[in-house]
Structures are given as C-alpha cells and as structure tokens.
C-alpha cells in the first residue's frame, strides 16, 4: 500500500494558493482514478483507491502546512507504513514553474511541511517536486506562495496537473525516472515546425 500525500492549506481562501499545488495534484490523481468519497481521519482527509493495480490512500492533512507530518505520521501507523511507502507531492520553489523532479531522502530545503514531516517520521521518504518558481528574494516568499497562481500561470500549471495525474501510475509501480520522463514529454512546449525549404527549380 502507498500513502500519497498532498501539502497544503486548509480552507477556501487557500485553494489556489501556489502552496497548495500538492492539494491540486493528489486530487487530480484521485478524480482520475475514480478514488471512493473524501473522508475525515488522521487529521486531514483520505480517499481510497487503486492506481496502476496498487492500492493506494490518497491524504490531505487539515493541520495547515507547518504541522503537516503529525497528520502523515497518524497515517503511517494506523496501516503500519514504512517511510519508503510515502510519497509526498508539494511545491517547489528551486525549480522553474512546471518542472517535476522525484527524490527520495534529502533535506526539507526550508519548506515547513516538509520540515514538519522530517520530524515526525524521518526523511527516507519520496517526494515530488512541483515547480512554481521563485520570487527573486527570499523576503518575498511567504506572500509568494501563499498567493494564488496568477492567470498567465495557468497556461503551465493545468497541463502539469493534469501530465502528474495522467503518469502517476508508473510513479506507484516504483518507476520515478519514467514518472518524470512521462510529465516532461506531455507538458513540454510544443515547437513550431520550420517552413519548409521550397523544392529547388
């Protein structure tokens, strides 16, 4: 079984907030896949399903960001998960807006719901990194990313849920490198073909 977790904010206000891109991809992944109806537990919200053939428990913790591993780690010990079993989708300000890069261990890179998950459970776990750029300046950041993506952002960000969503199957096979492979290909820009030379006369 795989516990995949979103990372956001609870609430309305926070829905489109470039911080809830997790929330935006693990529900995604859910309606794809014809998960069964959210329910309250562990702090947050789960849905059950199967991705690929694997069982799989899709978790929003409720906590806001900064407490989000209390919410994982009830999870992880009601089904009595291993770290390896996690996957955890969130934002990720050191890469380009778009971009998906898979990992497993490292450090939280100051992001608070990773950080709050480190302590709770240990870092040996998988995450995706969803790309939403950066500011510019680290004292931008906070009101950064609890803005909403702006409308000319929408032309990367659907696509890019919509390629996650569509890919996540190989990711729960155990196949990060084709996951990536996947996203890249699908949410590339596509190029416009050079006119062609007119036949010589």
Do not use: C
């Not at 053939?53 to 089904?79: C, H, I, R, W």
């Not at 992001?111 to 995450?127: C, Q, T």
């Amino acid at each position: 079984m795989l516990l995949l977790v979103g990372l956001g904010n609870p609430g309305a206000e926070y829905a489109r907030n470039r911080h809830n891109i997790g929330f935006m991809a693990v529900e995604a992944i859910a309606r794809r896949n014809g998960f069964g109806p959210w329910k309250k537990r562990f702090q947050g919200q789960t849905a059950d399903g199967t991705v690929g053939g694997d069982k799989l428990l899709a978790l929003e913790p409720l906590t806001y960001m900064n407490n989000s591993g209390q919410s994982v780690a009830a999870a992880m010990q009601f089904f009595k998960l291993k770290p390896e079993n996690v996957v955890v989708i969130h934002d990720e300000l050191d890469l380009p807006p778009g971009r998906v890069r898979v990992k497993k261990g490292g450090g939280h890179g100051g992001h608070n719901g990773l950080r709050s998950i480190d302590a709770h459970i240990g870092k040996e776990y998988w995450r995706v990194r969803l790309g939403i750029g950066h500011p510019g300046d680290k004292d931008l950041v906070s009101g950064y990313v609890l803005h909403d993506f702006s409308k000319t952002e929408q032309a990367w960000l659907d696509p890019l849920i919509d390629a996650v969503a569509d890919a996540f199957p190989l990711m729960a096979q155990g196949q990060p490198e084709n996951f990536m492979n996947k996203v890249a290909v699908a949410t590339q820009p596509v190029k416009e073909r050079a006119p062609k030379a007119p036949p010589p006369k």
